[in-house]
């Protein structure tokens, strides 16, 4: 089994900044990505932002300049620190982790509860 905590969330006006984080714990032999998706209300669940085992990144266009994915390798843990932040960004944001159990165990998907950002204007 896999835990995720994710803290940070909150209330911010427009063109502040907030940084989420999310550890992940448990049964962990190798990550190979971890994300973070946004589910605002009475919309679907969008990809925000990725980094892989290698480190490379990628980000929906929405926030490209503004959000920067990390990853605290040694403890397992990603962030998204958000910049410039707009009213369009609050929703819930989720963390997921792609992540082995062992060299043989098959790719297991986990995900977080959740954690609020909203954006004030």
């Known amino acids: 089994q896999v835990q995720l905590v994710e803290s940070g969330g909150g209330l911010v006006q427009a063109g502040g900044s907030l940084r989420l984080s999310c550890a992940a714990s448990?049964?962990?032999?190798?990550?190979?990505?971890m994300r973070w998706y946004r589910q605002a209300p009475g919309k679907q669940r969008e990809l925000v932002a990725v980094?892989?085992?290698?480190?490379?990144?990628n980000y929906a266009d929405s926030v490209k300049g503004r959000f920067t994915i990390s990853r605290a390798s040694a403890e397992n843990t990603v962030f998204l620190q958000m910049n410039s932040l707009k009213p369009e960004d609050t929703a819930v944001y989720y963390c997921?982790?792609?992540?082995?159990?062992?060299?043989?165990?098959?790719?297991?998907?986990?995900w977080g509860r959740g954690t609020q950002v909203t954006v004030s204007s």
């Open positions: 980094i892989t085992s290698g480190g490379s990144t």
């Open positions: 448990g049964r962990i032999f190798s990550i190979n990505a």
């Open positions: 997921n982790v792609e992540s082995r159990g062992s060299r043989l165990s098959p790719v297991r998907d986990t």
